[in-house]
């Protein structure tokens, strides 16, 4: 085997959302959101959860961005909506309560994984709405992927 192929076998070759998919998210959300007449800040991960766009409305707190933020990274980490995830774990309260204190994760709707067939390529997380509606947004965002 050449250096080459060894060093090639040796490299992850991974998909994620590029910055157009992420702002064709972010502007599909935003929309969605006005049309609930909605304040939200709405974050785009990268498969490596990197922020990719991020967008608040105006009158939106900045702690508000955080909570999005960490809805995106909990859907990435747990590659499925926030959701979903926190009534699965619901029964054990040990997990809950272990999840809920570690940084960076938000156990709340408002965070789906984006993907491209089965591929997670990243995430979004919408935080600020009330009644359910951060999920609304986030799933008009994540559907503008196609």
Do not use: H
């Amino acid at each position: 085997m050449s250096n080459i192929a060894q060093a090639e076998s040796a490299v992850l070759a991974t998909r994620s959302i590029s910055l157009s998919g992420a702002q064709r998210v972010i502007s599909a959300a935003l929309e969605r959101a006005e049309e609930l007449d909605c304040r939200v800040s709405v974050v785009v991960i990268d498969a490596g959860g990197n922020v990719s766009a991020l967008a608040r409305t105006d009158g939106t707190a900045a702690t508000v961005t955080t909570v999005a933020l960490n809805k995106a990274n909990t859907a990435l980490t747990v590659r499925e909506a926030t959701d979903v995830f926190v009534q699965a774990i619901q029964a054990n309260q040990v997990l809950v309560t272990s999840l809920a204190g570690q940084p960076g994760m938000a156990l709340i709707a408002g965070g789906l994984p984006l993907t491209l067939g089965e591929t997670v390529i990243g995430a979004i997380g919408v935080s600020g709405a009330r009644d359910g509606k951060d999920l609304l947004i986030a799933r008009a965002g994540a559907a503008a992927l196609g």
